[in-house]
């Protein structure tokens, strides 16, 4: 990836459920903003969304980064919390951690890996069990 | 279909959006799973759900879907009303069971064709 031309911060808290949704909301904006296709900003859109769900869902606190560069976005959500036990696991369809509240709350189906993943180009997930997860995510625009 | 054939249709009253009746909706989905919808649902589509809370906005808004129709009488609290006034997202609400309400789209949308 080349030198990122535009970057952006978001803070996302864990279990805040109101402002859930609202870093990838602005991501969309900036990517609207700047002209990226559309349906690019669809994937984008869905994938981060996921990220910052996953952060309210599971972490204590969290960011989320957009770069922008000329041949590629990328998506950093980076938090702090309980680490993914199993990624392989984590990444099957159906699997989830989520507490009751989020299920009835129609979150903890387990398909927002599963979505990051199919609307991303690449995904890397760098986890530490009590400490953390990195979530960087790739998308060609170009 | 639009909006306003979409009221008519599910006997529903609107919520938030009231100058969208002509806005167009290319289609409809299903669903009380948000992670569903957004991996599944189509842009300018209708999302038929029970699940009320704020984040069914931020969905909508991410997916740029036509509306959301609440089903089975779910009624939204105020801070979903606000948040989808500030957004732009229009609510609709009907009294009709989730399967009801399909059903008399998916009739109305058959026959359009």
């Known amino acids: 990836m080349t030198t990122p031309g535009m970057v952006l911060h978001f803070s996302v808290e864990g279990g805040d459920f109101a402002a859930a949704g609202e870093a990838a909301s602005k991501i969309k904006k900036a990517l609207r903003k700047i002209g990226i296709d559309a349906g690019v900003i669809r994937r984008v859109a869905i994938a981060a969304y996921e990220a910052e769900m996953n952060i309210v869902l599971h972490a204590r606190r969290g960011r989320m980064t957009l770069e922008v560069a000329e041949d590629k976005l990328r998506v950093i959500a980076e938090d702090e919390g309980p680490g993914i036990a199993d990624v392989d696991q984590a990444m099957q369809e159906g699997f989830s951690t989520a507490s009751d509240l989020a299920r009835e709350m129609g979150f903890g189906a387990g398909m927002g890996l599963p979505n990051m993943k199919k609307c991303s180009d690449t995904i890397t997930i760098e986890t530490v069990k009590d400490r953390g997860t990195k979530v960087i995510m790739d998308f060609n625009h170009r | ?113």
């Open chain 2, 1 to 113: 279909m639009n909006l306003k054939e979409v009221l008519e249709k599910t006997e529903a009253r609107m919520i938030t959006g009231e100058s969208e009746t002509d806005r167009e909706c290319r289609g409809f989905y299903v669903s009380d799973l948000l992670s569903d919808v957004m991996g599944n649902a189509g842009e300018g589509e209708v999302w038929l759900t029970i699940q009320t809370h704020s984040n069914v906005v931020a969905v909508a808004l991410l997916l740029n879907l036509a509306a959301v129709l609440f089903t089975a009488g779910a009624e939204p609290d105020a801070t979903t009303i606000e948040k989808a006034r500030a957004e732009g997202v229009v609510l609709l609400a009907t009294a009709l069971p989730t399967f009801e309400a399909a059903g008399r789209l998916y009739r109305a949308l058959m026959e359009e064709k």
